[in-house]
């Protein structure tokens, strides 16, 4: 059974900086797609940005563009994203998701999800 987990949220300034990891074992983790997403208190959840099984496609929400970046590396079975000018609005849980296939998707078709991660930005 795969499981993800991520790690790295926490309680952050405004205009400061998290890195958050998707970790996951016991399976091949070069055939995935993963996804990050968020969901904020009384919202829907979003789609934030996602990467390929190769790390050689990305895609990024709007609101994130030029401040969060994807990353992965498949020898560490991790993926990460680099969080940088945070904002109050970025507050949420956020999620990793993986999807056996290359190519990544913004939407929630993503059959493993981990539990989630708090981030806060706030003064």
């Known amino acids: 059974q795969l499981q993800l987990v991520e790690s790295g949220g926490g309680l952050v300034q405004p205009g400061g900086s998290l890195r958050l990891s998707c970790g996951a074992s016991?399976?091949?983790?070069?055939?995935?797609?993963i996804g990050w997403f968020r969901q904020a208190p009384g919202k829907e959840r979003e789609g934030v940005s996602c990467?390929?099984?190769?790390?050689?496609?990305?895609n990024y929400a709007d609101s994130v563009k030029g401040r969060f970046t994807i990353s992965r590396d498949n020898a560490k079975n991790t993926v990460y994203l680099q969080m940088n000018s945070l904002k109050p609005e970025d507050t949420a849980v956020y999620y990793c998701?993986?999807?056996?296939?290359?190519?990544?998707?913004?939407?929630?078709?993503?059959?493993?999800w981990g539990q989630g991660t708090q981030v806060t930005v706030s003064s």
């Open positions: 990467i390929s099984s190769s790390g050689g496609s990305t």
């Open positions: 998701a993986a999807a056996r296939r290359s190519w990544c998707v913004m939407t929630s078709e993503y059959d493993y």
């Open positions: 016991g399976f091949t983790w070069d055939y995935y797609a």
